[in-house]
């Protein structure tokens, strides 16, 4: 049956319109299209209404948001101002002691050298006198002379010069140190994939590929070597001094400058720069870190010769179910290290002590911030039928010749 027009213009129209507005052309059923109309605007005004409301409750939010973090700025600023003041009159007060203290000493030195110098004159002049006086031909000349000479006076004990860095800054190492910590401790970087990494060889060279890390840790690279003088007198050394090894038997009786506890510290010491280098250990209960060279060797200090345990010395302590950073008696827990090569960062110019656990991932384990004032040694610790080997990098500093 064919459709008129008619028909098919109310099918198009039927078809445009939103179905929503469907019921102004629908046949009223209880009301005039009038009274739909109204019902649709009331309804359109509501809507309205709620976006309106919701508009005006977004805009307040926004208004309290900028308020709130205006006000959050000014109070930050305000106390990041009154810190920055505070560390500048701090550090221009320690800069005005430490000189007042360096003027004070110099100044003593100066008035001994003084001192010495007058009593050099007066010596040489005398000496001159008595020279003279053998030269005398005349023994009567040279009896009253004699009488005459008189010796200069001794020089009393001049005023010892005192001058030790830790004493100068006192508590401020300890200040620094926790400033150090929490202003510049970086969150531990993300875990890099090194890749597959070689079993190591006899000279336990360094292995490729490595992480972006790893090769930015390498810019400083430094072969090391064990002191054989240092060594306990159950540690074993060979391959040209870069590997230890802790057998029960002693080798023999130990040395004047040998740990008496099972440590043995590396020929080289670093006092300023960047300087990095890697060690493999054979197994879990070893120790590495560094140490003024004052760390005591004899063992009666008690457990203050620990690496870690006195003020001299920081260290890793590698367990087999968990790991420790130890500085000054105080250790703070970290979680188990699973692989066997470490790095260590040692950052003179920073003050920073980073250690770092290379496999099967490399990540950073802990940082010690610190004001170092003296030449730092490599020092380690390791337990019974362990070893460690320095890791030997082709081309990198302290490089004397190829291992065989």
Request: hydrophobic content about 35%; aromatic content about 6%.
């Amino acid at each position: 049956m064919r459709r008129g027009p008619g028909s098919m213009g109310a099918d198009w129209l039927r078809a445009a319109v939103p179905q929503s507005w469907s019921c102004l052309f629908a046949r009223p059923t209880d009301g005039s299209p009038q009274a739909q109309l109204r019902t649709m605007l009331e309804v359109t005004a509501q809507r309205a209404a709620q976006a309106q409301t919701q508009l005006r409750e977004l805009q307040q939010q926004s208004s309290q948001i900028q308020g709130s973090a205006c006000g959050l700025a000014s109070v930050v600023s305000g106390k990041f101002s009154c810190l920055l003041q505070a560390l500048e009159l701090r550090r221009a007060s320690v800069l005005r002691d430490l000189e007042a203290a360096k003027a004070h000493e110099l100044t003593k030195a100066r008035d001994g050298e003084q001192q010495l110098r007058s009593h050099l004159e007066a010596l040489a002049a005398h000496e001159g006198r008595m020279q003279n006086l053998l030269a005398q031909q005349d023994d009567c000349v040279f009896l009253q002379q004699s009488l005459l000479l008189v010796p200069p006076e001794p020089l009393g004990p001049l005023p010892p010069l005192q001058w030790d860095e830790d004493q100068q800054l006192g508590d401020l190492k300890e200040t620094l140190s926790q400033l150090g910590s929490l202003l510049l401790e970086e969150e531990p970087p993300e875990v890099l994939d090194m890749g597959p990494v070689e079993a190591p060889g006899p000279l336990a060279s360094i292995s490729s590929p490595a992480c972006p890390l790893r090769r930015e840790l390498w810019q400083n690279y430094h072969n090391l070597t064990f002191d054989p003088d240092s060594a306990n007198r159950h540690f074993h050394l060979s391959r040209q001094n870069r590997q230890v090894k802790h057998r029960r038997k002693p080798r023999g009786p130990g040395g004047p400058r040998s740990f008496d506890l099972w440590q043995v510290q590396c020929a080289q010491s670093f006092e300023t720069g960047r300087h990095y280098w890697e060690v493999r250990a054979s197994s879990h209960s070893v120790m590495l870190g560094v140490a003024y060279p004052e760390l005591e060797r004899s063992g009666q200090g008690g457990h203050t010769t620990n690496i870690g345990r006195g003020p001299c010395s920081w260290g890793l302590c590698i367990q087999e179910d968990s790991s420790q950073a130890w500085h000054n008696g105080k250790a703070q827990r970290l979680p188990p290290v699973s692989g066997r090569l470490l790095g260590v960062d040692l950052d003179l110019t920073l003050g920073c002590l980073t250690f770092y656990s290379l496999e099967p991932q490399a990540q950073r384990l802990h940082t010690f911030h610190a004001v170092f004032t003296k030449p730092l040694y490599p020092v380690f610790w390791l337990l019974e039928d362990r070893a460690l080997t320095l890791c030997h990098r082709p081309g990198a500093q302290g490089e004397t010749s190829e291992l065989s």
